[in-house]
């Protein structure tokens, strides 16, 4: 049952750039599979009839969990619906070989990815519990693409802990106060306006003037129309070249993200011979911090276009995506407004035989790792290296995707592609070329 609302809820721009590509509800961004899946392992014996009711919790306190996006011709626009009661699967995992968990864990992880789940109806959260014994398990968590982002999954499963904890010991949960996310999409439309937003449409018409993105040569052509399904190759970058990549971002005064992207921007350019390099990726985009600990969805591309003509070393390469990376992100405007703008851009997304790869590297604030609240501890499924033929659905195109884990001082990396436009082999071959420069490069930065 829908709920009435005092005030409109108005759309993001995030979600309003979503609604854009709506194909229905087989496929695009409000498909069965355009999901986002989460795990975690969890030590100590778990009430099933608790857990249910804190992930219920969840959902109550974060109305962007019971809301669904009316997409009809006549109107596009979130409906907000009562509290309910999100899915909970359980899965017996025992007689599982304790050398044999982690690699179960990963696969059921792999099996959920590419599992359809139906987002037509709320609540938008669900979860799985695979058991391995009473103090071994795996949580998972699984949310609709347009109801949460990735960083909203480190919210989510560190609220859902404490609301756990609270139940099982008889008190109220230590929660602070709680941004709505229409909160935020009332901000962002206040935010893109006046002289301000001007002066931002006037810097990327300038940065971006004969801007080309760089795209990767296919294996199949877009006129081909082969059906469409998202696979992903997985990596792992080892400790010394992650090391080595951590002190050259301090070194030079840069986020490790801009390190990486150095490195790709080089293999970029040494497989087409380009030195004015475009690329795209996505920023978390919640804008102030008090929506750090909001649910929603709040990515946003962005372009990032550096020249590396005349650069003679790693180094200089770095120095400059800093700055390229620092003037885009304090320009930050919502990606359809940049393409209004520098409508060329675009051409690169509809190419028939290449397609555009993003490029992004998650930095969390907070993730659990062997965290204990309560009588559970919690430790967030990371280190994984299956590759799997189905997974999570993207957009057209490609994703590249790295994960520093400051426990372990080591990067997972994952390689996300339309499997009608690449083979495998390709990918693998792409995914071995950039550790190879990246390994060379910030070894040898000078």
Not at 292 to 318: H, P
Not at 328 to 337: G, V
Request: hydrophobic share 40%; glycine share 6%; net charge negative.
């Amino acid at each position: 049952m829908s709920t009435e609302s005092a005030d409109p809820i108005p759309l993001s721009f995030s979600q309003d750039f979503m609604v854009m590509f709506d194909q229905g509800d087989q496929q695009g961004p409000f498909g069965p599979r355009y999901h986002v899946v989460y795990g975690w392992r969890v030590r100590g014996g778990i009430d099933v009839a608790t857990l249910r009711a804190a992930l219920a919790d969840v959902v109550t306190r974060h109305e962007i969990l019971r809301t669904v996006l009316v997409r009809d011709e006549q109107s596009r626009h979130p409906e907000l619906f009562a509290p309910s009661q999100p899915e909970l699967e359980i899965r017996d995992l025992t007689g599982t070989e304790v050398s044999a968990r982690d690699r179960a864990a990963e696969e059921l992880l792999i099996e959920i990815e590419a599992s359809e789940y139906s987002f037509a109806r709320a609540p938008m959260l669900r979860g799985v519990l695979g058991r391995f014994d009473d103090g071994d398990s795996v949580l998972v968590l699984i949310a609709q693409h347009i109801s949460a982002d990735v960083w909203s999954m480190q919210v989510i499963i560190k609220e859902l802990a404490e609301y756990y904890a609270a139940r099982s010991a008889g008190r109220e949960p230590e929660l602070p106060p709680v941004v709505q996310y229409r909160e935020y999409a009332t901000w962002e439309r206040a935010a893109m306006a006046g002289e301000s937003l001007e002066r931002s449409r006037a810097y990327w018409r300038e940065t971006l003037d004969g801007a080309k993105l760089i795209p990767t040569p296919s294996d199949f052509s877009r006129s081909a129309n082969l059906p469409k399904n998202t696979s992903v190759e997985r990596y792992l970058v080892g400790t010394d070249v992650t090391t080595a990549t951590l002190e050259l971002a301090r070194a030079t005064r840069s986020s490790p993200f801009m390190v990486l992207l150095a490195a790709y921007k080089v293999m970029l350019r040494e497989l087409t011979g380009e030195t004015d390099i475009t690329v795209t990726t996505m920023m978390s985009g919640r804008g102030q911090s008090r929506f750090e600990n909001t649910v929603g969805s709040f990515f946003n591309f962005i372009a990032l276009r550096t020249s590396l003509a005349g650069c003679e070393s790693f180094r200089e390469v770095v120095e400059r995506v800093r700055r390229t990376c620092l003037g885009a992100f304090s320009h930050a405007i919502p990606f359809p407004m940049i393409m209004g703008d520098v409508p060329d851009l675009a051409q690169a997304f509809f190419a028939e035989d290449s397609q555009v790869f993003a490029f992004q590297v998650f930095q969390f604030p907070f993730v659990m790792s062997a965290q204990r609240v309560g009588d559970l501890e919690y430790s967030e499924i990371r280190r994984r290296l299956l590759p799997a033929s189905v997974s999570t659905d993207i957009p057209d195109g490609a994703l590249w995707t790295l994960d520093i884990d400051p426990t372990t001082n080591e990067m997972m990396g994952q390689l996300q592609f339309n499997s009608n436009r690449f083979e495998a082999s390709t990918v693998g071959g792409l995914v071995a070329r950039y550790l190879q420069v990246l390994k060379e490069s910030v070894s040898t930065p000078d």
